[in-house]
Nanobody
């Protein structure tokens, strides 16, 4: 098992930047498949970015060119650098982990592919 704790959320104005962190503990973090998700009030949880155990990243179309996912295996930490933030990026952001590849490669941005979740960190972007 792996435990996940997100941090770095906050309130920014349109065009601003934030870097989210997700600290992992427990199992062999470096082998896990990781993802960032967000959920706004009244909306379904949606995948934002994902990264496999070789460091290859995938992004939702809505964040391509603005968000960057990365991981530091030495620090057991996943990051999400968010630039050019928009009001529609406002949501609770969650990191997630999955130990097995398999179907993850088909749907890396689907919440159903992940077994472990953090508690979330709030991001608010004002216009």
């Amino acid at each position: 098992q792996v435990q996940l704790v997100e941090s770095g959320g906050g309130s920014v104005q349109t065009g601003g930047s934030l870097r989210l962190s997700c600290a992992a503990s427990g199992d062999t973090y470096s082998s896990y498949f990781m993802g960032w998700f967000r959920q706004a009030p009244g909306k379904e949880r949606e995948g934002v970015a994902a990264i496999d155990n070789d460091g290859a990243a995938r992004y939702a179309d809505s964040v391509k060119g603005r968000f960057t996912v990365s991981k530091d295996n030495a620090k057991n930490t996943l990051y999400l650098q968010m630039n050019s933030l928009k009001p529609e990026d406002t949501a609770m952001y969650y990191c997630a982990a999955e130990p097995y590849g398999g179907s993850w490669y088909i749907s890396p941005l689907s919440p159903k592919e992940y077994n472990y979740w953090g508690q979330g960190t709030q991001v608010t972007v004002s216009s």
